[in-house]
């Protein structure tokens, strides 16, 4: 007998009927002879819907109070998905983060996992129980409820599938898996059967919405079996896996686009040591995770700093260097919500070059004006206008991979 962990996105839960093919996918996974662990999200547009409200109420509502509010969408949908279970006649439990043993450290509203203690959820599989567990959610050392940020049901599920050892994690969701990029946006993408842990981090963290980056990072360091699949098909999806020696891979395997970026400029900021630490230490104190950063050449002693960050902390981040622009002396801040980031990823960048030289050229030919440019040893990424984000992605993905 194995251990299966599965997790089921909003989109795979967005309704009563959802829920019941979820149900009965989870019955079957329990039918081979497995025990299983369901780790659930809320229902799609559950998460958005409380926190308008909280918006509504307050124009800056506590982090705990904030919190507390978005815990209960999951509670809700692991609930009802116990229920459904119960009524086919497959003894199953929900489990609240605290139930489940998922020990939280950090802010509120972004906290991270710092141990998990799974003794409740052996109880419940050794009793024979389906065990459905509230994801994105845990408690601190004081007990107060805390949330592991957007996409943190993926973290629930990796931490407890390391946890347990689980032979298997399943991540399903609205898609078939992994595509080469967003097919909204290019419908010449195609499905990936298999990809790195290291692109598929990438990806994540520069704004494909598959799989949240932290879950791939804490999969990479367990070696876990993970695979991407749709919750409303029976494809074979995507596998994660480490990367394979001996083949060489395409320069590019993925296209990936974020609308969610913030750009912010600190104008006329002092070129001398110290400055940038000050700039950044203040974003840091309040967990204000910075992507890219551009300084441009000192001019009479003075310089830009420009920095982009996710559209969700843009305003805190802007609220904090206006406050704080005295410590790195600035003159004036600046922000641009009308940005996004447009980024080509793909393990052959190691060995291959002038994949920045294309990627650039292609661009020029479709005269989308690159703002800021950032490259990793597997990725370049560039913010555009919003405007043209999506032509960006059809440049390069008919540059690289089409």
């Known amino acids: 007998m194995g251990l299966v962990v599965q997790k089921f996105g909003g989109t795979s839960v967005a309704d009563i009927e959802c829920i019941r093919s979820v149900a009965g996918r989870v019955a079957s996974a329990r039918g081979k002879g497995d025990q299983v662990i369901a780790v659930v999200s809320a229902m799609a547009g559950e998460t958005d819907k ?35 279970l119960e009524g086919l006649g497959v003894p199953a439990i929900s489990l609240t983060g605290s139930q489940a043993g998922i020990q939280t450290e ?6 991270r996992v710092r141990t998990i203690q799974p003794r409740r959820i052996r109880l419940e599989l050794e009793a024979g129980r389906v065990v459905i567990a509230a ?11 805390q949330t592991l940020g957007r996409g943190g049901s993926d973290l629930t599920a990796v931490a407890l599938a390391a946890a347990l050892e689980a032979g298997l994690c399943e991540i399903y969701t609205d898609v078939e898996g992994v595509f080469t990029a967003d097919p909204r946006i290019e419908p010449r993408a195609r499905l990936l059967e298999k990809i790195s842990y290291d692109e598929m981090m990438e990806m994540a963290s520069l704004g494909a919405k598959v799989l949240q980056s932290r879950s791939v990072d804490l999969a ?18 995507t596998l994660i896996t480490p990367e394979e020696p001996g083949i060489e891979a395409p320069a590019v395997n993925n296209v990936s686009c974020d609308k969610k970026q913030s750009k912010l400029t600190a104008q006329g900021v002092a070129d001398r040591p110290g400055i940038a630490a000050s700039l950044f230490g203040n974003l840091a104190e309040k967990s204000i995770a910075v992507d890219m950063i551009v300084q441009n050449v000192s001019e009479e002693g003075l310089t830009d700093i420009s920095i982009t960050v996710n559209s969700d902390a843009a305003a805190e981040a802007e609220r904090i260097m206006i406050e704080t622009h005295a410590s790195f002396g600035a003159r004036r801040i600046m922000r641009d919500d009308n940005v996004a980031k447009v980024s080509v990823v793909g393990i052959g960048m190691k060995s291959q070059a002038g994949v920045a030289a294309r990627a650039f050229a292609a661009l020029a030919r479709d005269r989308i004006n690159i703002m800021m440019i950032s490259t990793s040893e597997i990725s370049i990424s560039v913010i555009v206008e919003v405007g043209q984000a999506d032509e960006a992605v059809r440049s390069l993905h008919r540059e690289f991979i089409a």
């Open 106 to 111: 950090g802010d509120h509203t972004r906290a």
């Open 135 to 145: 994801g994105f959610q845990g408690v601190d050392h004081l007990n107060e409820e």
């Open 50 to 84: 409380l926190i308008e409200m909280a918006g509504d109420l307050s124009p800056e509502p506590s982090g705990r109070e904030v919190d507390l509010l978005l815990t209960s969408g999951e509670r809700i949908t692991a609930a009802l998905l116990a229920i459904t």
């Open 220 to 237: 990479a360091k367990y070696k876990l079996q993970l695979v991407v699949r749709s919750a409303f098909g029976e494809g074979g999806g």
